[in-house]
């Protein structure tokens, strides 16, 4: 079965640096999205992405995010100037028309 | 006000319970997932749904969109139907809000 795939697993990166998170989503899906996942919290919504633009967007997702389909077939999320609280998993997951979501296993990110 | 509510937060049951876990939701939809979200982080949809009720194996979900409400039933629940169960609504916008999740642990 198709699966969404994240790299890397796990991202360890100095506070300011920028961090780019990658996801191959399932080949005929048309929808993206990120999440994150604050360690003990709740999943957030970050962005969605449609027709290679962003669908819509979460308070989260500000200026430091952003997304790009650069080939057609990776999905990336850049983080900006990363800051401590940016620490999470992030999830990627994309569907076909009216079809359920299928999740990447995620990328731990630690900010240090 | 949280805008996707479960109930409960923590359940424990034991081997061949019946469970319910319940979702409410006070937004518009154009759909809402059940997730299953496992000790190791991943996450797996179980159901989307926008009307009526969808049954696969030994799970149930169920939606009453009037009430803004949704149902996810297991039956003969096993130790390894262990996580935590997430419901999550799709507004028309193509914004996902998740709920809290509810964290089951079921007892041989």
């Known amino acids: 079965e198709p699966e969404v795939t994240q790299t890397p697993s796990h991202q360890v990166t100095q506070m300011g640096q920028e961090v780019i998170l990658r996801c191959v989503p399932i080949s005929n899906h048309l929808y993206f999205y990120w999440y994150r996942q604050i360690l003990g919290q709740k999943v957030e919504f970050l962005v969605s992405?449609?027709?290679?633009?962003?669908?819509?967007k979460s308070e989260i997702f500000d200026d430091q995010f952003s997304v790009e389909r650069p080939d057609g077939s990776n999905f990336t999320l850049k983080i900006r100037s990363t800051k401590l609280e940016d620490s999470a998993m992030y999830f990627c997951?994309?569907?076909?028309?009216?079809?359920?979501?299928?999740f990447g296993d995620g990328t731990r990110l630690s900010i240090l | 006000k949280n805008e996707v509510e479960q109930s409960p937060q923590n359940l424990t049951a034991q081997e061949g319970e019946f469970i319910t876990i319940n979702c409410s939701y006070s937004v518009g939809i154009s759909a809402l997932h059940w997730l299953q979200q496992h000790p190791g982080g991943g996450i797996v949809s179980l159901f989307m749904?926008?009307?009526g009720k969808k049954k696969h194996g030994r799970l149930i979900a169920t939606i009453n969109i009037q009430e803004k409400h949704s149902s996810l039933h297991i039956t003969a629940s096993h130790p390894r139907d262990s996580a935590v169960y997430i419901c999550a609504v799709r507004t028309s916008y193509d914004k996902v809000i998740f709920g809290p999740g509810t964290s089951l642990s079921v007892i041989p």
């Open positions: 997951a994309s569907a076909g028309m009216d079809q359920p979501q299928h």
């Open positions: 749904l926008s009307s």
């Open positions: 992405f449609y027709n290679n633009e962003i669908s819509e």
